[in-house]
C-alpha cells in the first residue's frame, strides 16, 4: 500500500525562487505530519513537525496539512543554493508515532 | 547540540557474515529506532525499542536481526547472516515523547552496508 507518495523529482529552481513541495497520504489515522531535509549520504534532518491540519511556520518554511485532501505541502521562500537536497515527507498515527516516508524529491536551487 | 552518532559509517561484509551496526542516541531520550534505506528508496521502518524492550517492528525485521541496549548509551543492530538485500544505509534514530502528545525523532548520519 503506497501510503505517503511524492514526486521524485527533480525540481530545479533559481535562486530567491518560492518552492512547493508536495504529497499526498491515503492513511486517515494520520494525524502527524513531519518534513524532513536530507543531503546526499546523510541522515534525514527534522524540518518541519505539524499536527492535524494547518499552517506552521518557521522563518523562510511553511508547512500547510490539509487532511480532507490528504495533501501535505511545504514552501519555501527566497530559496537558496543550500536548501539543495532531498525533502522527505512523512506521516505517522496518533497511535504509533512511527512515520511512514514518501520517497523525496530532490530539490535544485541553481545560483 | 546534541546528536545521534553511528559507527562505523561504511561497512563492508560477505554474504553469511553477521555485523552490529553501534549508534550513541542522544543522551535524554528514551525512544529508539533503526530505519533502512535501499539506494533510491524509502526510508523504511525496521524497529522501536523502549525500557529495554521491543515495542514495534515491522515486516523487514525478521529473525535475522536484533537488537540491543548494552548499557546506558550504546543501542546496536546485529544482522545475524548478510544477505546481498541487506545492502542499505542504516539509521538509527531516538526521541523523547512531549507532554503535549506526538514526538520528533532525530537521526544519526547512518551506516552504509554493502553486503557482497
Known amino acids: 500500500q503506497k501510503e505517503v507518495e511524492q514526486d521524485p523529482g527533480p525540481l530545479s529552481v533559481p535562486e530567491g525562487a518560492i518552492v512547493s513541495l508536495n504529497c499526498t497520504y491515503s492513511?486517515?489515522?494520520?494525524?502527524?505530519f513531519m518534513w524532513y531535509r536530507q543531503y546526499s549520504r546523510k541522515g534525514p534532518e527534522l524540518l518541519m513537525y505539524?499536527?492535524?491540519?494547518g499552517n506552521k511556520e518557521d522563518g523562510r518554511f511553511t508547512a500547510q496539512v490539509d487532511k480532507s485532501s490528504k495533501y501535505i505541502s511545504l514552501f519555501i521562500r527566497d530559496s537558496q543554493p543550500s536548501d539543495s537536497a532531498t525533502y522527505l515527507c512523512?506521516?505517522?498515527?496518533?497511535?504509533?508515532?512511527?512515520?511512514?516516508f514518501g520517497r523525496g524529491t530532490s530539490l535544485i536551487v541553481h545560483p | 547540540e546534541p546528536e545521534v552518532t553511528q559507527t562505523p559509517s561504511h561497512q563492508v561484509t560477505q554474504m553469511g557474515q553477521e555485523v552490529i551496526l553501534r549508534c550513541v542516541p542522544i543522551?535524554?531520550?528514551?525512544?529508539f529506532y533503526w530505519y533502512r534505506q535501499i539506494l533510491g528508496q524509502k526510508v523504511e521502518f525496521l524497529v522501536s525499542?523502549?525500557?529495554?524492550?521491543?515495542?514495534?517492528k515491522s515486516e523487514i525485521f525478521d529473525d535475522q536481526f536484533s537488537v540491543e541496549r548494552p548499557d546506558g548509551s550504546n543501542f546496536t543492530l546485529k544482522i545475524r547472516s548478510t544477505k546481498l538485500e541487506d545492502s542499505a544505509m542504516y539509521f538509527c534514530?531516538?526521541?523523547?515523547?512531549?507532554?503535549?502528545?506526538?514526538?520528533?525523532?532525530?537521526f544519526g548520519p547512518g551506516t552504509r552496508l554493502l553486503v557482497l
Open positions: 534514530a531516538s526521541s523523547v515523547r512531549t507532554s503535549g502528545g506526538g514526538e520528533t525523532q532525530y
Open positions: 525499542f523502549y525500557n529495554n524492550e521491543i515495542s514495534e
Open positions: 512523512a506521516s505517522a498515527s496518533g497511535g504509533s508515532y512511527i512515520p511512514t
Open positions: 492513511n486517515s489515522a494520520f494525524q502527524y
Open positions: 505539524t499536527y492535524s491540519s
Open positions: 543522551s535524554n531520550h528514551l525512544y
